[in-house]
């Protein structure tokens, strides 16, 4: 899986962002974060996305409008 292939502290992140399961990680269920604008999400869920490769700018290209 996906999910078995991240480090732990990306899975911590990935599941700070919503990701409760690997399976969701897996089957590309977005959580409700990822409907969010960058500035939109906590400094918590900001400093996740970072640990998983996100930044501004792409995370808002990859967010749900």
């Known amino acids: ?3 078995a292939g991240l480090t732990p ?4 992140a990935a599941r700070t962002l919503g990701w409760h399961t ?3 990680w897996d089957d590309g ?7 969010k604008a960058w500035v939109q999400l906590t ?5 996740a ?3 998983l490769g996100w930044a501004k700018a792409s ?4 967010a749900v409008q």
């Open 1 to 3: 899986s996906f999910w």
């Open 9 to 12: 502290e990306q899975q911590a």
């Open 22 to 24: 690997a399976a969701m």
């Open 29 to 35: 269920v977005s959580p409700s974060s990822g409907t």
């Open 43 to 47: 400094s918590k869920q900001r400093k």
């Open 49 to 51: 996305a970072t640990t």
């Open 59 to 62: 995370w808002e290209a990859e």
